[in-house]
């Protein structure tokens, strides 16, 4: 791999491990930016950051549950997958990725830290044996050689028809759900907005007819008022489809903790058909 620049995005309670993984790469002489590192003494965060993320060619994302309830990593990746950057996703912490980020192949930390450090020396253009420094450096998110030989062994015994964590992950994230509801809630407070916009603008014409000197004046106050409210008709439908869906989120919400809790009986269908479900409610 070339000296392009690579950005860095993780949530600020994994920063321990995230700048001693950085630190490594750098002195295998990968050119990574991170804050901690990159940003100097009197430099505002908000345009470094801005400014590190516009020139880098790659962007490593660390998931963990912090990392997906981080807006800061949100806002990130969204810029990331927005300007077509490479991604390069790690997981570091078992958790429910948002939908768009389980688009992208990620290395895992987690079940297999031999197989996901190799797919990270692979893309990087390094050398396997240069891993090791990075082994050591993966206690801090309490993964080691033991617990990978735990891991495995209890997957090992595992019956067959038990389903894997990552299954439960193709189910539509709480998060998701937060999210969607927050959309509707933002729909609901632009078309009450529409609504006073359309009462004030009747009042306004009611105001200026009445001004009028016309044989017809009180019906024309009343025809033109009611013309201009048939606006609102439209949002007002929107406010309630949007509240019918906020309740049945909070539907969604209690039935996908009962999925997870039977998490083992899944098939694919009952997921596409809970995932189905979830894009028939966020949709107006």
């Known amino acids: 791999m070339?000296?392009?620049?690579?950005?860095?995005?993780?949530?600020?309670?994994?920063?321990?491990?995230?700048?001693?993984?950085?630190?490594?790469?750098?002195?295998?002489?990968?050119?990574?930016?991170?804050?901690?590192?990159?940003?100097?003494?009197?430099?505002?965060?908000?345009?470094?950051?801005?400014?590190?993320?516009?020139?880098?060619?790659?962007?490593l994302l660390f998931i963990s549950p912090t990392a997906v309830a981080s807006q800061n990593v949100q806002d990130e990746v969204h810029i990331?997958?927005?300007?077509?950057?490479?991604?390069?996703?790690?997981?570091?912490?078992?958790c429910d990725m948002p939908m768009r980020w389980q688009r992208f192949q990620y290395a895992d930390l987690?079940?297999?830290?031999?197989?996901?450090?190799?797919?990270?020396?692979?893309?990087?253009?390094?050398?396997?044996?240069?891993?090791?420094?990075?082994?050591?450096?993966?206690?801090?998110?309490g993964v080691s050689e033991e617990s990978e030989k735990e891991t495995a062994n209890a997957i090992?015994?595992?019956?067959?028809?038990?389903?894997?964590?990552?299954?439960?992950?193709?189910?539509?994230?709480e998060t998701e759900i937060n999210c969607a509801t927050v959309i509707h809630k933002r729909g609901i407070k632009k078309n009450m907005q529409l609504?006073?916009?359309?009462?004030?603008?009747?009042?306004?014409?009611?105001?200026?007819?009445?001004?009028?000197?016309?044989?017809?004046?009180?019906?024309?106050?009343?025809?033109?008022?009611?013309?201009?409210?048939?606006?609102?008709?439209r949002p007002f439908g929107g406010i309630k489809k949007r509240e019918r869906k906020i309740d049945l989120m909070g539907l969604l919400k209690l039935k996908r903790d009962r999925l997870i809790r039977v998490v083992n009986r899944l098939d694919d269908d009952e997921i596409n058909l809970f995932n189905e479900e979830f894009t028939n409610y966020i949709t107006i």
């Open 2 to 59: 070339d000296a392009e620049s690579i950005f860095v995005s993780y949530s600020s309670k994994d920063k321990s491990f995230a700048l001693e993984f950085v630190k490594e790469l750098q002195r295998l002489g990968i050119n990574v930016w991170i804050d901690q590192l990159g940003i100097q003494l009197g430099d505002n965060w908000d345009n470094a950051i801005e400014e590190a993320l516009e020139k880098s060619n790659t962007f």
């Open 80 to 94: 990331a997958i927005e300007r077509k950057k490479r991604l390069i996703p790690i997981l570091i912490q078992q």
């Open 110 to 141: 987690t079940k297999d830290p031999n197989k996901g450090l190799q797919s990270i020396m692979e893309f990087l253009g390094l050398e396997e044996t240069a891993n090791q420094k990075l082994k050591e450096i993966l206690s801090l998110i």
């Open 156 to 173: 090992e015994a595992k019956p067959s028809n038990h389903l894997e964590q990552p299954e439960a992950d193709l189910l539509i994230s």
């Open 195 to 233: 609504i006073i916009f359309v009462a004030v603008l009747s009042t306004i014409l009611a105001l200026l007819l009445s001004f009028l000197d016309l044989e017809m004046q009180k019906w024309s106050i009343i025809i033109g008022c009611l013309s201009i409210n048939l606006l609102s008709i």
